[in-house]
């Protein structure tokens, strides 16, 4: 069974730092596209950032561009995301999703970074920037 953990979300202040993990099983990393997702209150789910080892990109928003890193363990099948200098516009519940890259072909991530073409979500981890 395919499944997406999602760990490492808390409270931090403006400036901090937080590091997401997504912990995955059921599927080997290499063959899928992962993405961080999230959704404030009352607005629409959005792409933050998009990994895949098998095609060596990555895909960053620009409202995070240069303060989020994605990376992946493929050993650990895990994928993280390190966030600094964090505002208070990035709270937000942050999801951890993946898609298979059967059939796919695209040379980058950026284009299948988008939350509709996901296929499996994990439950969410909640970030909350504030003093």
């Known amino acids: 069974q395919l499944q997406l953990v999602e760990s490492g979300g808390g409270l931090v202040q403006p400036g901090g730092s937080l590091r997401l993990s997504c912990a995955a099983s059921?599927?080997?990393?290499?063959?899928?596209?992962i993405g961080w997702f999230r959704q404030a209150p009352g607005k629409e789910r959005e792409g933050v950032s998009c990994i895949s080892s098998s095609l060596g990109s990555v895909y960053y928003a620009g409202s995070v561009k240069g303060r989020f890193t994605i990376s992946s363990d493929n050993a650990k099948n895990t994928v993280y995301l390190q966030m600094n200098s964090l505002k208070p516009e990035d709270t937000a519940v942050y999801y951890c999703a993946a898609v298979s890259l059967l059939g796919k072909s695209s040379a980058t991530v950026q284009p299948l970074c988008v939350a509709d073409g996901m296929d499996y979500w994990g439950e969410g981890a909640l970030v909350t920037v504030s003093s």
């Open positions: 059921g599927f080997t990393l290499e063959y899928y596209v």
